[in-house]
Nanobody, 126 residues
Framework: VQLQAYGGGLVQAGAYLRLSCAAS????????VGWFRQAPGKEREFVAA????????LYVDSVKGRFTISRDNAKNSVYLQMDDLEPEDTAVYYC????????????????????WGQGTLVTVSS
């Protein structure tokens, strides 16, 4: 599975962005997908994850109510709708894929992911 993340940009606080993670390869619909972010000088941080079927999601507390993860398996794509952006959301955002049957809490750990896309930069100005 190859992943490509895109959709980042420079926005003002309170604005929105939608990130996309496009996949190529076989059986993408059997993978859970997670979004992570990495700010300068910080470790990669879990943001959100969605199971293979798209009916279960997990979020880090800091984005609950503002970010929504979704997927369209027919388009081999996963999305991260980010509303009410804050300067603290500034980071490079990465999508990753891992073969989990469900959505265990391990999806919050970057080391569990087998495939990664290149990052897309999100910058939120105050």
């Amino acid at each position: 599975v190859q992943l490509q993340a895109y959709g980042g940009g420079l926005v003002q606080a309170g604005a929105y962005l939608r990130l996309s993670c496009a996949a190529s390869g076989n059986n993408f619909d059997s993978y859970a997908v997670g979004w992570f972010r990495q700010a300068p000088g910080k470790e990669r941080e879990f943001v959100a994850a969605i199971n293979w079927r798209g009916d279960r999601t997990l979020y880090v507390d800091s984005v609950k109510g503002r970010f929504t993860i979704s997927r369209d398996n027919a388009k081999n794509s996963v999305y991260l709708q980010m509303d009410d952006l804050e300067p603290e959301d500034t980071a490079v955002y990465y999508c990753g894929a891992v073969r989990f049957g469900g959505l265990p809490d391990r999806v919050r750990t970057a080391g569990e992911y087998r495939y990664w896309g290149q990052g897309t930069l999100v910058t939120v100005s105050s």
